[in-house]
T-cell receptor, first 114, second 113 residues
């Protein structure tokens, strides 16, 4: 089955700086890669996703890049703000046939220092 | 608010007991997923239903079962509970599966004593 590795487990950055979280996946058939943000006491919330036919996607301060050859994808957050502090999860799935349970990484605790 | 509702929010029970967790998907979503989140295992996919039919199974124990009803709500049944089943259980829904966005509910926190 799919295996997703996520690094780092904790990331502390100064407010206004950029943050980068990296993930690798094992199943070359995976074709959908979402990123979720989870705040304390809440369910994961989708912040951005990318599909295997695209190399990069951007939404305001958030961007995701995908390298299919290396089986690697990354989340980039620029101009970080205190409200960006949360746990971030990467995930992967193969969506053939409509069966698409997500395999998650272990999460990154992002801390924005004032 | 994702539009996915889960009840109850918290559940405390004893080992050996059986509980049922309930999920109502977003309006119009046909696919429902169940995930378990624990400190040691992280977020794990358990099972997916699409329009009442089981579509995919993940790391779901034989003691656990689920179903999706004609009104599209879903229930996750956990039986012969063990201490290690204590976790957050999330339901998610998507329009149709197949790589569509999954929206997560607020979760049910289960504590087995």
């Amino acid at each position: 089955g799919e295996n997703v590795e996520q690094h780092p487990s904790t990331l502390s950055v100064q407010e206004g700086d950029s943050a980068v979280i990296k993930c690798t996946y094992s199943d070359s058939a995976s074709n959908y890669f979402p990123w979720y943000k989870q705040e304390l006491g809440k369910g994961p919330q989708l912040i951005i996703d990318i599909r295997s036919n695209v190399g990069e996607k951007k939404d305001q301060r958030i961007a995701v890049t995908l390298n299919k050859t290396a089986k690697h994808f990354s989340l980039h957050i620029t101009e970080t703000q205190p409200e960006d502090s949360a746990v971030y999860f990467c995930a992967a799935s193969r969506s053939g046939g409509g069966a698409d349970g997500l395999t998650f990484g272990k999460g990154t605790h992002l801390i924005i220092q004032p | 608010d994702s539009g996915v509702t889960q009840t109850p929010k918290h559940l405390i029970t004893a080992t050996g007991q059986r509980v049922t967790l309930r999920c109502s998907p977003r309006s119009g979503d046909l696919s429902v997923y169940w995930y378990q989140q624990s400190l040691d295992q992280g977020l794990q996919f358990l099972i997916q239903y699409y329009n009442g039919e089981e579509r995919a199974k993940g790391n779901i124990l034989e003691r656990f079962s689920a179903q999706q009803f004609p009104d599209l709500h879903s229930e996750l049944n956990l039986s012969s509970l063990e201490l290690g089943d204590s976790a957050l259980y999330f339901c998610a829904s998507s329009a149709s599966g197949g790589g569509k966005t999954q929206y997560f509910g607020p979760g049910t926190r289960l504590l087995v004593l």
